[in-house]
């Protein structure tokens, strides 16, 4: 299933500018190949080097699926305009006592960045899921190997997606998992679908708030009450800053959001 | 005493028609218990947020202004509801009195505006002097219901009417509002005190008990009130007809 229509969150993720750190979520692995298979044909198209590190059954997903948009991979390839790794090949590399080592880090990913630069690619755009497959076993391992790749991306100036299977609306993981995720990146992308998104936290915000005037008004407050540097639909910070409000009252507005968001919005 | 197969068939269908008359009277009970609540649970999670920003920001920070303001009226939302239920339990034991006077509807009604802070919503009031035989107080009730509905059901930047006039021997006051509107079925309940119109998620979300009470005292100062709505997202009205007081 593709996503529905383009929204303003398809830029963060098709075309990222140097350095940004973008993370989207999904429930569906279908958004996944989508997604990733966008990001890396627009880098391909506009001459870019394009670094995957992913799971076997990804790389296959999205090189079928970048085939289907029109890339040549195997010429991609061969010039070292493509490279996709091995996601647990990479993370035996760098991971020492079920931490990832800084120095090992940066030892496994950086020549992949410097060959790619030799074969003449100047801008390379990233794409990494190390971190969800950590995330299930050691979620803090996945925080601090999130940490190494934004120290890495400023040192490079080079744009990195990653992509977390969680749901926003889930109560655990909306309230424990996408704060951490959130704090760690430039980008945050919530949904499959963002509209669907808005509309089923709007609504959910109208039930547990009353369908007053003053929802309105109390909504505009729980986004602006805490800034967040990472930028990210008013949906989901409204969500962050109501949980960090009320934790009730947080849950009470994702489990109705959920239920209008399976509901189509 | 040993009833014949008749009478015995008789009394078993009386039973059966009691059990399931209570049965419904339960069912009614619980239903208007869980919108009840909902219904005052809303304010109560509006005011709790709100307390929480005063409390975490600044109190010069624009923001807690708003939320001071927003604490203010949802918990005068949550009183009112309260009193709401209050009056119709006092209606049911027949203890609600009034204190009937000759009162001035248009200075009541601008009064009973004045006494509403709404930022979010402009109100207009035309009103020519009419004068009625009644408890001012309860008229107050009757307006600040009418208006507070028309706000709740109106998105911000809406557009609310409060008329009062003339009209053939009655003084009738009019309340229209730009909001969501209603549907046929909605128009015809909704001064019940179990009406309730969408329900996203399942959930009530418009219980009717304000409009029940200014059905209850508009009845009890001898007049009717009529609600109108040509359908979703196309404004309502309510209109009340309270007889004239005698010209002095």
Redesign the interface.
Known sequence: MSKIAPTPWDEATENPAPGEHVVQMYRDPELLIDVVARYCQQGLVKGEAVIIIATREHRAAFARKLTALGADVPSCTRRGQYVDLDAHQCLAEFMIDGAPDRERFVAAVTPHLDIARRAGYERIRLYGEMVEVLRPIAFAAAMRLEELWHELLEREAQPLLCAYQIDPLDRLEGRILVPAIAQRHSHLVPGDDAPRFARAVE??F?????????????RQ??E??RPHTTTMPPAQAVLLN?DE??RY?GD?VRA?AA??YR?GG | MLLAGEDLAEALTRERSARLAAEAACRKKEEFIAAFSHELGTPLASAIVAATLIERLSPTDPRAVTARHVLGRQLDQARRLVEDLLDLERVTTGTLELAAERVEVAQLARDSVAAIIVPTHEIRIEASPAWVVGDPHRLRQIIGNLITNAIKHTPAGGHLRLRVFHDDGAVVLRVDDTGRGMPADLVRRVLDALAQGEAPGGQPSRLGLGLSVVRILVELHGGRVEALSEGLGRGSSFIVRLPAAPTL
């Open positions: 609504r959910a109208l039930e547990v708030f009353g369908a007053d005037a003053d929802t309105t008004v109390l407050l729980c602006r009450y109501l409000l009320n009252l009470a109705a239920a209008y509901a």
